[in-house]
């Protein structure tokens, strides 16, 4: 089994930045794509960015160009850079894995974008 733990949350005024991490418990051989969505009360899950075992990613359109996912294989770890914060930026951000066999998200973490 795979436990994801998310930290890097917060509040943080509108144009600032912060970065997301998520690490998983051990390595992972059968990856097909880490990504990052998020949730606002009353709005539906979506998708922020994604990428690939190749290094391919995507983002949703209001955050390209802002936000940046990577990884790094050694930590078993994927990150979410976000710069030029606004305050619609606020949600519970989750990550999540795909291998061949199994999905795992992690458990959450805020992020609050307010003066």
């Known amino acids: 089994q795979v436990q994801l733990v998310e930290s890097g949350g917060g509040l943080v005024q509108p144009g600032g930045s912060l970065r997301l991490s998520c690490a998983a418990s051990?390595?992972?051989?059968?990856?097909?794509?880490m990504s990052w969505y998020r949730q606002a009360p009353g709005k539906q899950r979506e998708l922020v960015a994604a990428?690939?075992?190749?290094?391919?990613?995507n983002y949703e359109d209001s955050v390209k160009g802002r936000f940046t996912i990577s990884r790094d294989n050694a930590k078993n770890t994927v990150y979410l850079q976000m710069n030029s914060l606004k305050p619609e930026d606020t949600a519970v951000y989750y990550c999540?894995?795909?291998?061949?066999?199994?999905?795992?998200w992690g458990q959450g973490t805020q992020v609050t974008v307010s003066s």
């Open positions: 999540k894995l795909l291998t061949a066999r199994t999905l795992y």
């Open positions: 051990r390595s992972i051989f059968s990856i097909v794509a």
């Open positions: 990428i690939t075992r190749d290094g391919s990613t």
